[in-house]
């Protein structure tokens, strides 16, 4: 292991709000050269767990926190190494991919049956006709259809709302999860992991991806309730009420309807585009994102062809779901010492940005590397997963609790 410091990690450090004087706490190592690229997605990896990872030593007392690659690579690919009683994930629709169109390409994200029918309505056409009604499309065309852009942001927007008092922690902290996808559920499988009580919210009429929930639905708990209803928004008042930490992963103002805020609260809201510019009401994916900034590009094929490319791992999904994580535990340690309702606001696109602007790394081959990887029995059937790259002395070596069905739990907190 070496002390080595990395830019990236102090860049997020400082993001987060965080105590330079205790960088030297991080010892990083393990196998080089791994998620290769043209772009320095391992350092992007490496650091946004390292910030995380000190965020958690922090809260504890514990004087060493130790980042391995190897780990972290495995982690940044974790969907891909999921096993369900043998039988590998799906983490692509056959609708999800790159199309030529008249004049290039475009990406379209189709995984979920209601971004399918989105898709479709969006064009026009049946399913077998997409790849002909694409080719007779420009590229800035079909884009301005299903997506659009994003402003600069600070990596981390901080705000302090207002100067309530440090809230007691009585027990467990209480974790009110309203994510999706992968960002925000990687940030609440991680507070899960840290000892959170952390119940997932979903709309009855929007399950979740099977292999996806297995996948990041370790350490919490998941619960529907149909907020057009009297009785389920009443519940889920008295939920908020007793949460410490709210983490939101909708467009911004979908949610301005409810009233979210409460004294002491730690709000932190994810999206694909961010808060501010001419995209920021617009859904979005890592997949779409990459196009959208110029990564698809930079890391495409030379030539004639011209075929555009991706990061080897969804690294802005993983990478912006630790530094979330890291943000909340940062927020939480500043709330216990001097109180404040915080809220916390980070994006993909910013993180793409912030991946863009980093210095790129040495290009050294990566090791031969197999992946250490774990299993447990579950109520989903035997799992196969990559293990937290979350580790420090003294801290949590995995999940207390393996995934269990989608929507099962009831929709309250733990009493112990």
């Not at 979908?254 to 999206?271: C, E, F, K, N, W």
Request: aromatic share 6%; hydrophobic share 40%; charged share 25%.
């Amino acid at each position: 292991m070496t002390h080595a410091p990395h830019s990236g990690t102090e860049q997020a450090w400082a993001a987060v709000g965080g105590d330079p004087a205790l960088l030297p706490r991080i010892e990083y190592g393990g196998p080089a050269g791994l998620l290769p690229s043209r772009l320095p997605v391992m350092e992007l990896a490496r650091s946004t767990v390292a910030v995380c990872t000190l965020a958690a030593a922090e809260r504890a007392g514990s004087p060493r926190v130790r980042v391995d690659d190897g780990a972290v690579a495995t982690a940044f690919t974790s969907e891909r190494h999921l096993l369900v009683d043998g039988r590998a994930p799906v983490n692509f629709a056959p609708l999800s991919r790159f199309w030529r169109t008249a004049d290039g390409w475009v990406r379209t994200h189709a995984n979920y049956p209601h971004h399918k029918a989105a898709l479709l309505a969006a064009l026009g056409v049946r399913e077998e006709k997409v790849e002909s009604e694409l080719a007779g499309r420009r590229s800035l065309e079909v884009e301005e259809t299903v997506y659009a852009a994003v402003a600069e942001r600070p990596l981390v927007v901080q705000e302090l709302l207002d100067e309530a008092p440090p809230k007691p922690r009585g027990g467990r902290l209480k974790v009110l999860d309203l994510t999706r996808v992968i960002a925000g559920p990687v940030a609440t499988r991680t507070l899960g992991l840290l000892g959170a009580d952390v119940l997932r919210i979903d709309a009855p009429w929007m399950p979740e991806l099977p292999d996806q929930h297995a996948d990041t639905g370790f350490g919490k708990r998941s619960a529907t309730l149909d907020l057009r209803r009297h009785a389920d928004r009443r519940t889920f008042g008295e939920l908020l009420d007793a949460a410490d930490v709210l983490v939101t992963g909708y467009r911004p103002g979908a949610l301005d309807v409810y009233d979210l805020r409460r004294p002491g609260l730690v709000i932190a809201q994810l999206s694909a585009w961010g808060d501010h510019g001419p995209w920021r009401e617009r859904r979005g994916f890592d997949s779409l994102v990459q196009v959208a900034t110029g990564i698809a590009l930079l890391e495409g094929t030379e030539g004639a062809e011209g075929r555009p490319g991706a990061l080897p791992a969804q690294a802005l999904d993983h990478g912006t779901g630790y530094l979330l994580a890291a943000a909340v535990l940062r927020a939480l340690t500043e709330q216990d010492a001097h109180g404040g309702t915080r809220r916390l606001r980070l994006s993909l696109a910013r993180t793409a940005h912030w991946l863009r602007g980093m210095a790129p790394g040495p290009g050294v081959p990566a090791d031969a590397y197999i992946p250490r990887l774990t299993e447990t029995d579950s109520p989903l059937g035997r799992l196969q997963y990559a293990p937290t790259p979350v580790a420090y002395e003294g801290g949590p070596a995995d999940w207390s609790r393996p995934p269990g069905p989608w929507g099962s739990d009831s929709p309250q907190w733990l009493t112990a």
